[in-house]
């Protein structure tokens, strides 16, 4: 904990792409453990790989962010600008304290100049391979003498440093979820910290940004519990004590393979673009490698916030199932007040080319299906017959409207409906059952004929209340111009 006793979290992604699966499921824990504690959760942005990243990057991670309701208390508030205490929050804006530690670590005799080539460094790890040892830097810029320096940089050769780890003992890393778990030294080896355009690497630019930010909990996926090692014993170096460490199992995908972007979207936004409410998504996120002692599945209102605990979190990969996403999505759309649900069906509905345009209203037609949709998606093509010509599927055509009598059977409906009043839907099942009745018919060979004509399909909403939603008018239309089409 910070002095005044609160906790800080952060997340603190790589633009280097799009935010998946795995880097959200991290920044939620991290909020969820914040907000549980009342403490902070920040936002970095990890910015040191030159070559890889990009603005497109930065604003889709904001974007994700945003859209999931992950709220932070201090970071970047777009690509120019940022809020709070310790900014800026960009790495690449922050140079000058990187080059204060780096200079610190070499006077302390912590760190040193390595001027291997990127060829040699290939040649070592190779070498390194065919003695089946593992592929690590070999220290030999460890010890060398001035002359040695001086003649190295009269060949050109533009240094980087490296941080010497110990060459004895274990670093024991004490895990939030994993427990103790201890790295030999000897297996590790002397890292780059400031590669030589002068630019920090991931493991030596955190520990620096995570001590002067406060950062008191550093939650994370397990691809990193390697590198804690080396970081830890940073902290050592500098005097500072460590962040607490949690370490998120990995997540597979359906097939027991990592996840990855063959397993589905490889972008959170693509989730929001498909149809997924960001409640749900943030609730299933949330069940991949968590659990609460009840094994509770949905979680309204705060409820996931006040039952996060980092005690709940497995060491044992989660899979990631789209079955269950779409079965949980689709709880949360059913407990979505309906003017909501339209608005945020609105998009995909222009998508659609879909608008009332005198049809009937927006809410009642999405009202009719309601209990049926999983994603936001499928909403269109479920009332798009309300608002677009009739176009009758094979099965309708073929089924149903070519059927012996069916042609008469829509002729005299039109008449008989276009008298119906009150024109509701208990009203329109009493009055067709008499029509079937009266012509001896079973309400099969009406009720089935009349769907069709009506909306081009044989399956669909409850018949009477989609009648009496599309109205007296557009019913006796679409039975006139169905029988029209028979011969």
Request: proline content about 6%; some cysteine; glycine content about 8%.
């Amino acid at each position: 904990m910070t002095e005044n006793g609160r906790i800080r979290t952060r997340f603190a992604p790589s633009p280097t792409g799009f935010l998946h699966i795995g880097g959200v499921r991290t920044a939620l824990f991290n909020w969820l453990y914040a907000r549980k504690n009342k403490g902070q959760f920040v936002l970095r942005i990890e910015d040191t790989d030159e070559v890889r990243s990009t603005e497109d990057s930065v604003t889709a991670i904001l974007d994700s962010m945003r859209w999931l309701g992950l709220e932070w208390d201090e970071g970047p508030r777009d690509l120019a600008s940022d809020f709070g205490p310790y900014a800026p929050y960009y790495q690449m804006k922050r140079l000058e304290h990187y080059r204060k530690y780096s200079r610190q670590l070499v006077e302390n005799g912590a760190a040193y100049s390595c001027y291997c080539t990127k060829e040699e460094l290939d040649v070592m790890r190779r070498q390194a391979q065919l003695e089946k040892r593992p592929p690590r830097y070999d220290g030999r810029c460890r010890a060398l003498s001035e002359a040695q320096r001086k003649r190295l940089e009269a060949e050109g050769r533009k240094p980087s440093l490296r941080f010497k780890m110990p060459e004895e003992g274990n670093t024991l890393v004490d895990d939030l979820i994993r427990g103790q778990v201890s790295f030999e030294n000897k297996l590790q080896q002397d890292f780059v910290i400031v590669k030589t355009s002068g630019v920090p690497t991931y493991n030596f630019a955190v520990v620096i940004d995570d001590h002067l930010m406060e950062i008191t909990h550093v939650i994370r996926g397990d691809e990193h519990l390697s590198n804690t090692p080396s970081q830890l014993q940073l902290y050592l170096a500098l005097g500072w004590k460590p962040p607490r460490f949690a370490h998120l199992s990995m997540i597979l995908g359906p097939d027991g393979a990592k996840l990855s972007k063959r397993h589905g979207a490889t972008s959170v936004l693509e989730y929001r673009d498909q149809g997924y409410l960001a409640p749900a998504l943030r609730n299933y996120l949330a069940l991949l490698g968590w659990s609460t002692p009840d094994s509770q599945q949905l979680f309204g209102g705060h409820e996931l916030v006040d039952r996060f605990d980092l005690s709940g979190c497995q060491k044992s990969p989660a899979t990631f199932d789209p079955v269950k996403l779409n079965w949980m999505n689709g709880e949360y759309i059913r407990k979505t007040p309906l003017p909501e649900l339209v608005r945020l069906a609105d998009p995909f509905l222009r998508r659609a080319g879909i608008e009332p345009n005198g049809g009937p209203s927006l809410d009642k037609a999405i009202a009719l299906e309601h209990e049926k949709y999983k994603t936001l998606t499928e909403i269109p093509g479920l009332i798009e017959f309300f608002y677009k010509p009739v176009e009758f599927t094979t099965k309708a055509k073929e089924k149903v409207l070519s059927q012996p009598g069916v042609k008469q059977v829509l002729l005299e409906l039109a008449v008989d409906l276009d008298q119906a009043e009150p024109f509701t839907d208990k009203a329109l099942e009493q009055r067709v059952r008499q029509f079937c009745s009266i012509r001896g018919l079973k309400t099969g060979q009406v009720f089935h004929p009349l769907r069709a004509a009506c909306t081009g399909r044989t399956e669909g909403p409850t018949l009477f209340l989609m009648l009496e939603i599309m109205g007296r008018e557009m019913v006796v239309s679409r039975l006139k111009s169905a029988a029209s089409g028979l011969s």
